[in-house]
């Protein structure tokens, strides 16, 4: 489980495909973001939940299921390009951003960018099943980062990033037709399940 407040970037440096599994090594920017990892960790990068399966002071590895790997924005990836990271929660930490369980739901477009004032202002396709998963006000996790919905109509949302989230991810990079790695929030899926479901 995550929070969607990642911890650092990192690059990926090789992508090795075969036809069983795909393996995929980074490099994160800062070397703490290692610090006590170990063996079979969870790790979000961009958003996806994968395992920590070999790692040194610079570098570590994960493995994708080619199911995994056509579902998220890896497949269309390149070596040094920027990556999302972040460590599972400890329980007992705060909660500052929303529970982000690291399981896309799909990969969708940037229409629109534009800035606001200090702040980026970016318009995203809202996939036809996810129609009434996100909601203004609302969390999603793009690219594993939470951030709050502003506007939602005719298949498309709007979210803002701050200087902040500017500055720690690589969502300042996005440019129109980007695509990137969508969660909607776990809870809405629930409510939504019962109330198709009867259960009100």
Same mark, same amino acid.
Do not use: W
């Given at each position: ?6 911890n ?14 795909i393996t ?17 960790? %969870?790790?979000? @990068?961009? $958003?996806?939940? =994968? *395992? ?7 570098? !570590?590895? &994960?493995? #994708? ?22 460590r ?50 609302? %969390?999603?996790? @793009?690219? $594993?980062?939470? =951030? *709050? ?7 498309? !949302?709007? &979210?803002? #990033? ?39």
């Open positions: 489980m995550f929070s969607g407040l990642v650092g970037t990192g690059v990926i440096k090789e992508i090795n495909q075969n036809s069983k599994t995929m090594t980074i490099a994160p920017t800062h070397n703490q973001f290692l610090d006590d990892a170990q063996i079979g960790d %969870s790790i979000s @990068i961009d $958003g996806t939940c =994968l *395992t920590i399966e070999k790692f040194d002071d610079n570098h !570590f590895t &994960v493995s #994708l299921m080619p199911q995994n790997f056509e579902k998220t924005t890896f497949k269309n990836r390149n070596i040094n390009e920027p990556v999302n990271l972040e599972s929660l400890v329980v007992g930490s705060r909660l500052e951003g929303h529970i982000v369980t690291g399981h896309v739901d799909e990969v969708t477009q940037v229409l629109e960018r534009c800035t606001n004032e200090n702040a980026i202002e970016l318009v995203i396709k809202l996939p036809h099943r996810l129609i009434g998963q996100v909601v203004p006000q609302g %969390s999603v996790a @793009i690219n $594993g980062v939470s =951030l *709050t919905v502003m506007n939602v109509e005719n298949g498309r !949302f709007s &979210v803002g #990033l701050i200087p902040h989230t500017q500055t720690v991810t690589n969502l300042d990079t996005l440019q129109a037709n980007d695509l990137v790695n969508l969660e909607t929030d776990i809870l809405g899926k629930y409510v939504m399940a019962n109330v198709k479901a009867g259960n009100y």
